[in-house]
Nanobody, 120 residues
């Protein structure tokens, strides 16, 4: 069984910073892609950023230059450094991992989400 556990969310003022972390645990053979998605109230879940096993990254246009995704493969952990936060960044942030648990896969797994609120 695989679990993804996020941490680091909270309340921050506009212009502030937060760092999210997500650690995958359980029967994991390898993790291909790790990513962060977000979902604001009344909106669809959207991709924020992704990172491959080799370290290649992709960002949504609305976070380019403000957010940085990174990962520690030895710890099965992905991070999202969020700077210059805006009220429109308020959402539940979800961690996603595309991984192998054995000879089959990969399969996608989601974390439970962590709330990020940007407000003065």
């Amino acid at each position: 069984q695989v679990q993804l556990v996020e941490s680091g969310g909270g309340l921050v003022q506009p212009g502030g910073s937060l760092r999210l972390s997500c650690t995958a645990s359980g029967r994991i053979f390898s993790i291909n892609v790790m990513a962060w998605y977000r979902q604001a109230p009344g909106k669809q879940r959207e991709l924020v950023a992704s990172i491959t096993l080799g370290g290649s990254t992709k960002y949504a246009d609305f976070v380019k230059g403000r957010f940085t995704i990174s990962r520690d493969n030895a710890k099965n952990t992905v991070y999202l450094q969020m700077n210059s936060l805006k009220p429109e960044d308020t959402a539940v942030y979800f961690c996603y991992a595309d991984l192998f648990t054995g000879v089959t896969g990969p399969f996608g797994y989601w974390g439970q989400g962590t709330q990020v609120t940007v407000s003065s």
